[in-house]
């Protein structure tokens, strides 16, 4: 396997998680790519131009660089990216087309699911795709999406030579939900950065960010009503009695059409409960710098509607911090119910609330969980993620393609 190439429209493994559409996908690309180019895969991640002062071609590291492609106003909303499919297509094909092209395509999402579909026919290449959310998972918790991108996905799954899985879960939707081909698809888990994210001192990392001894909650992430942060507000409500002290930090920004009406929804409920000076919101951080505020935390709120995988509570169990999460997605297999963190299977605040207190009420059991997290995240690496794409994308090129037409 000599190189490959990863398309990523919507968003640049370059900007900013926890902004705008920047969030877990982003980190995905940009570590999965880096743990790639280590191994010896020349790999080029194409994502659309957004800004003015973004140059053609940026160089992260050796291995691995990023291209700005032309395709529509700078300013293009996300709901309106379908409109520069083609246009995106097109300044792709052309640098494609060269004579050192790639020996396969990897797409993220299923608008670069459409462009990889096409790429596929135009160039015979193999088509790898990753969809990191799913319409139809989406829908059936509340989080409609337009039946264009139903139709779409449906198409790229059919014709995909290889589907990828966060987990179990997300394989078994992809069969009963899209009657994907069992066969094709792989179930391969990201990664985590352990250089960054690993157990550390508390106390250090609550003086970094100006804290206190008080109870520290966590919730980081995109603002957008599948993330559930309101939930996480009500359940600090619940804990007002037996732990009035207690601090919620939220670290991310508004995002999607929905994001600025969400935050708002959160102001107003932090008001309307009385919390004032007990929710903490900070603005998107760089990646790196969230292990600070994962080693800060006692716990690590994960409230999401949806999850196909689930980085932040990877990356906090690998901080030795507990997670409690909705029971849902990938979050069922990252969270070992009763050891590492609590799953809950309800949207009832009270529920969080009462696994939040049982960790905080019960210091040797929160300690236990800790390690117990730590130990489990120390099992998901980015470079076991690379080498089992790196053989697979290598099998695939001496495969015959699948066909749809």
Known sequence: MRSLAVLSLHTSPLAQPGSGDSGGMNVYVRELVGALAQAGVRTEVYTRRSAEDQPDFVDVEPGFRVVHVDAGPLDLAKEDLPEVLDEFSDGVARHLQRADGPDAIHANYWLSGVVGHRLKHELSLPLVSTFHTLARVKAETGD????????????????????????????????????????????????????????????GARFALGLGDHPVLLFAGRIQPLKGLTIAIAALAELSESHPDALLLVVGGASGAEGRAELDAATSLVDALGLTGRVRFVPPQPHHLLSTYYRAADVCIVPSRSESFGLVALEAAACGTPVVAAAVGGLLTLVDDGVTGFLIDN??????????????????????????AAESASHYTWSTTAARLRRLYADLTSRALVNCR
């Open 347 to 372: 949207r009832d605040p009270r529920e969080y609330a009462g696994a939040i207190g049982t960790i905080l009420d019960t210091p040797s059991f929160a300690e236990s969980m800790a390690a117990a």
């Open 144 to 203: 409609a999406e337009p039946e264009l991108r139903i139709q779409a996905e449906t198409e790229v799954i059919a014709c995909s030579d290889a589907i990828l899985a966060n987990c179990a879960a997300e394989a078994t939707q992809l069969v009963e939900l899209y009657g994907a081909d069992p066969t094709r698809i792989e179930i391969v888990p990201p990664g985590v950065d352990h250089a960054f994210f690993s157990a550390g001192d508390r106390r």
